[in-house]
């Protein structure tokens, strides 16, 4: 009788320890996604109807056949194309863009970098409801980036999944150099590697560590002059082949890829020899530049609106600092001609806005941009799904519906492939199975 | 052969005493003639107006004079000659322009070359305009001291200066230019060096260094201010005990202070602490100005940063809003406040706060001045023989007398019967250097 009991006492208490502190799991949440059309990121045509099945944030069937759970939500999007979630390969997340240059510039050195994250929020949060609902963000600082990536995963606040490269590796001048145009010495000291300005092969790798401990995904460096900095030409070559090499090297032992910002030839070339993953921009890149890139597999990230945003400021107007506009107008006469060259030739084109430069939220865009270039509809859409999921190395997560991807799927009005300005009109946007904007239209 | 020695020894010795020496220069004499004379001492003009000038110095007035012979004779006409006017309230270092935002980012973008360079400009205006002396009481890095020294050594055109080598307050206070921008963008705290002190010891630390690197009056910030941008414009800060240290120490060291003050309790420890002169004193209180007198305390009114300030906010030029609220609220009362301190007798000295508004529109603070009740005798008096003595120059500048330094202007007509006039001199010497003459059209 005793012993009895007692195992059944102990029984209870099993089972008592055994369910203690774990709340029961929750049932998974299913959808069913419904419209139109649908276009998977890699078919060369959208297909009809478009059914998708999502469960527990994963997508787990496609198409008419496609079974649903018992349970499962139906969402009935109307006459409208389900995609992968876009996804932009460079953007700026913690730049506030701005018609007053000026105020600008005084912002970024008067406002907290808590007060700065904050304001990043509401980019992350804008740029996902337009419909990316991953991004790489290629440049930051104060850790920004790193702390709004963590945030966003965690569910804190809403926002693309981000791959983020903490810093981008400049020379001292060069484009990412944060104190160019600053008088010497304002600072307390000069530009070091721990903020990503780095001079010599042995500084480049100690930079790229710091990064990599830092939290960075990828590595990003500056290549090449910029538009945006007040000191420099806009395409020299900034950093030697040995620089380049070094990077590079450390980042893929590290296993991070890595994207330059090159506008001129030469620092594409140096970047594309030293096994660069991605060259952004590319304005001025000559025909043997795109060869190498097309031989090595290396991506062109135009960044179309990012002289789009240009020339809608000198349109209007608005004050650039001069050696910025001699520098933008070069650059926005260039880059669109470079661009259909790398088209006829075949070279892998991922689609990167420089979100930042031009208003957050607008990065749709590009889509157009780039087809009125002479891209196909269909391609420019791969552009922005499956090859820049290739680009960011996540190709078995993202950048298509098919099962066992994430459940990232927006929906536009009518059919992008036919009129792919419909980019510009997402209305519902989910993200692992989690949805953020549905708006269908009546 | 003695004879041959006698001579050769002879030209030896003359050549020896020629060697190496400069002739020495003639003696350049001016006699300078107008119809009006204001010498800053007595309470009427002294007509007609006639000055002897010798070499820097003034020779001789008026009816006294002698004229020797070989002087060059300037006849001015129907003007007034004045003493050269002095500003004690300049920052000939910096130039507010229509764009703050501009002007920020230049603060933090240009050289120290180059911002020493732009302030040549500044000098030469100021001087042109009539001031050959300025108390310039505040610039970044020190370049008011090199600013001084290449005027004094004549590599540029400005007016005599003494400079505070930077203003000296507390952290986060009006004085400290780093206020405003977040946390560790400079790589360090703001200290000593950049003027900003903590506690008694660091203010008297703060006081050697401007002295060691060449200031000629201290100047501190004993109370918020308008252009800063992050403190309310009248609270005090600095304690009791700091502004006793620092004036403690100036005083040691034999430099007078100036206190930028706009608030009433900020005042009245300034003055207990033994500044001699309040800067700005927007909202200063009855007892405030009641202790001033009984201390001898100068009151410089700055009426043309109000001036400079409205004019910006009728054009509707951006100020960040902290700035605009403030501005608004120290123009309101500080008006008053000057009549109040005219009505009980208190020393008003003539300082503009040049930058905020213009350079070389200094002279248009004797109007501001008289249109609140000033007498224009009085207003003149104060940009000359009271400037003077609030300076410690008194021996050299700010009257007409024989003796003193030739720092000499002219306007046209009358200033007593009109102030105005004193914003049209048209003659200007400095230590008898003549910089402007445009009655014969000849300006250098």
Not at chain 1, 84 to 111: C, E, N
Not at chain 1, 143 to 154: E, H, K, Q, T, Y
Not at chain 1, 159 to 166: D, F, Y
Not at chain 1, 246 to 271: C, F, N, Q, S, W
Request: charged share 20%; net charge negative; aromatic share 6%.
């Amino acid at each position: 009788m005793r012993s009895r009991t007692v195992f059944v006492l102990l029984c209870t208490l099993l089972l008592a320890v055994s369910g203690y502190g774990q709340s029961p799991k929750p049932p998974e949440k299913s959808y069913l996604l419904k419209a139109a059309r649908l276009f998977d990121g890699k078919s060369n045509a959208v297909v009809s109807p478009g059914v998708v099945v999502v469960t527990g944030g994963r997508i787990v069937g496609v198409g008419p056949s496609a079974s649903a759970p018992a349970g499962a939500e139906v969402i009935d999007l109307g006459d409208a194309t389900l995609l992968p979630g876009f996804i932009d390969a460079h953007t700026h997340l913690s730049f506030q863009h701005s018609d007053d240059y000026k105020q600008s510039r005084l912002d970024s050195l008067q406002k907290t970098v808590a007060e700065q994250s904050l304001e990043a929020s509401v980019n992350a949060r804008v740029t996902l409801m337009a419909g990316f609902t991953t991004v790489r963000d290629v440049g930051s600082r104060d850790f920004i980036d790193v702390g709004l990536r963590n945030a966003i995963a965690s569910g804190t606040i809403p926002g693309p999944r981000m791959l983020v490269t903490v810093h981008a590796l400049s020379a001292t001048g060069g484009h990412c150099d944060f104190q160019g145009g600053y008088r010497e010495g304002l600072f307390g000291h000069e530009a070091n590697p721990s903020e990503g300005v780095i001079n010599g092969a042995d500084q480049a790798r100690y930079a790229v560590r710091l990064d990599h401990k830092y939290g960075a995904d990828m590595i990003k460096v500056c290549a090449s002059g910029g538009v945006l900095s007040p000191t420099d030409d806009v395409d020299t070559p900034q950093l030697t082949q040995e620089e380049l090499n070094a990077i590079v090297d450390e980042a893929h032992a590290l296993r991070r890829k890595t994207a330059a910002h090159a506008h001129g030839a030469e620092a594409a070339k140096r970047a594309i020899r030293a096994g660069i993953d991605s060259i952004e921009h590319g304005s001025f890149l000559d025909d043997e530049a795109l060869d190498m890139m097309k031989q090595h597999g290396t991506y062109l990230v135009p960044t179309l609106m990012a002289v789009q945003g240009l020339q809608e400021q000198f349109d209007r107007g608005i004050y650039v600092r001069p050696s910025i506009a001699v520098k933008a107008h070069a650059a926005i006469n260039a880059v669109r001609g470079t661009f259909q060259k790398a088209l006829a030739k075949g070279v892998l084109i991922g689609l990167g806005t420089d979100a930042g430069v031009y208003a957050h939220g607008r990065n749709a865009e590009e889509f157009h941009q780039m087809v009125d270039l002479g891209m196909k509809s269909i391609d420019a859409l791969k552009a922005g799904t499956s090859a820049d999921a290739a680009l960011l190395g996540l190709s078995d997560k993202i950048g298509s519906i098919e099962p066992a991807k994430f459940a990232d799927i927006v929906a536009v009005p009518g059919d992008p492939a036919q009129n792919i300005r419909q980019t510009e009109h997402v209305f519902f946007v989910m993200k692992e199975g989690v949805i953020f904007k549905n708006e269908k239209p009546k | 052969m003695l004879k041959l020695l006698w001579f050769w020894g002879c030209v030896m010795l003359l050549a020896a005493s020629v060697n190496g020496q400069q002739p020495k220069p003639a003696s350049k004499t001016y006699v300078l003639k107008a119809a009006r004379l204001f010498d800053a001492r007595s309470n009427t003009l002294i007509a007609p107006g006639l000055i002897v000038v010798t070499d820097d110095k003034i020779a001789g007035i008026a009816s006294a004079a002698s004229i020797p012979p070989g002087a060059e004779v300037i006849d001015l006409g129907d003007a007034t000659l004045l003493p050269g006017f002095i500003d004690a309230h300049t920052h000939l270092t910096g130039q507010s322009t229509d764009d703050w935002k501009q002007d920020t980012l230049d603060g933090l973008q240009k050289s120290m070359a180059e911002q020493a360079l732009d302030a040549t400009a500044n000098a030469k205006k100021t001087l042109l305009a009539g001031f050959t002396t300025v108390r310039d009481v505040g610039a970044p890095q020190r370049i008011d001291v090199a600013l001084r020294n290449a005027i004094r050594d004549k590599i540029v055109v400005g007016p005599r200066m003494l400079v505070a080598a930077g203003a000296i307050g507390s952290a986060g206070g009006h004085c400290d230019d780093s206020a405003g921008f977040r946390a560790g963008l400079f790589g360090r705290e703001s200290g000593p060096e950049d003027g900003v002190a903590n506690g008694p010891d660091q203010m008297r630390f703060a006081v050697r260094l401007a002295h060691k690197y060449g200031a000629d009056v201290i100047k501190t910030c004993a109370s918020g201010g308008v252009l800063s941008l992050t403190d309310d414009v009248d609270t005090p800060q600095l304690t009791q005990e700091e502004l006793n240290a620092l004036v403690d120490e100036a005083h040691a060291l034999r430099l007078k202070v100036a206190a930028h003050c706009h608030g009433s309790e900020a005042a009245k420890r300034a003055i207990r602490a033994g500044v001699s002169s309040l800067e700005h004193g927007s909202f200063f209180d009855d007892e405030t100005l009641d202790m001033m007198k009984e201390h001898g305390v100068y009151f410089v009114p700055t009426l043309m940063a109000i001036v400079g300030e409205q004019e910006r906010i009728r054009r509707g030029l951006y100020y960040p809003p902290t700035i605009l609220a403030k501005a608004n609220a120290a123009d309101r009362a500080a008006h008053l406040t000057f009549q109040r301190a005219l009505a009980k007798g208190v020393l008003i000295g003539f300082g503009t706060d040049a930058a905020v508004y213009p350079h070389g529109r200094n002279a248009e603070e004797f109007n501001e001045m008289v249109k609140l009740g000033m007498r224009p005798i009085d207003a003149l008096k104060s940009a000359t023989s009271s400037d003077a003595q609030l300076l410690g120059l008194a021996d050299k500048i700010g009257s007409l007398e024989a003796g003193k330094l030739a720092d000499i202007v002219a306007v046209p007509g009358d200033p007593l019967q009109n102030i105005r006039q004193t914003e049209h001199v048209f003659f200007v010497m400095k230590e008898g250097v003549i910089y402007k003459n445009e009655k014969t059209a000849d300006t250098r």
